[in-house]
């Protein structure tokens, strides 16, 4: 965790309180620039899922406030759509694309249900890179009319979120689903 948080702890403490930064920007690269990815042994993986978490809960708080705003009901965080999540955006982040489904990559509604979250009704996803701050992520996403639409579906309930640090710049999943 001091690796990371020593480095930028300015840029950290900024995407944490949502400071915005112009959509293209990215996160100075760190000299170990890696994907950052579940539990591992103990070289500041740990920190690095903290800040992570950290990230994609306040992904989650703006997406309700926007929700709230429109009358729609809050969504609850869901591990299982957190897991699919996380999972496609380190793919994306690895292939260095942007997509909802890579190449050999099932769908995402089969990513969902793979990772766990069975019996839904209604799944749905966005995917962003680049932008450096849950605020500027979901700024983008609602800017975006069909993004826009995932977010604002008052028939969605629950929401898992996956961010990733690669050389620098971020990359963002949002999984939706009702059971």
Request: aromatic residues 6%; charged residues 20%.
């Amino acid at each position: 965790m001091a690796k990371i948080i020593g480095i930028v702890p300015a840029v950290l403490l900024g995407l944490l309180l949502g400071a915005t930064a112009p959509a293209d920007a990215t996160v100075p690269p760190t000299p170990a620039a890696r994907v950052y990815v579940g539990p591992g042994p103990a070289d500041g993986v740990t920190g690095r899922l903290v800040v992570q978490s950290l990230l994609e809960s306040r992904v989650i708080a703006l997406t309700n406030r926007q929700r709230r705003a429109h009358g729609c009901r809050a969504l609850r965080a869901n591990s299982l759509l957190r897991k699919a999540a996380r999972a496609h955006t380190v793919r994306m982040a690895v292939a260095d694309l942007m997509s909802h489904q890579l190449p050999g990559e099932p769908y995402f509604s089969v990513r969902i249900t793979n990772a766990g979250y069975r019996n839904w009704r209604l799944v749905a996803e966005n995917v962003a890179r680049g932008f450096s701050s849950p605020l500027a992520v979901v700024r983008a996403w609602m800017a975006s009319p069909g993004h826009r639409r995932n977010i604002l579906n008052c028939r969605l309930r629950d929401l898992g979120v996956g961010v990733v640090l690669k050389d620098g710049q971020l990359w963002w999943t949002q999984n939706f689903g009702r059971r």
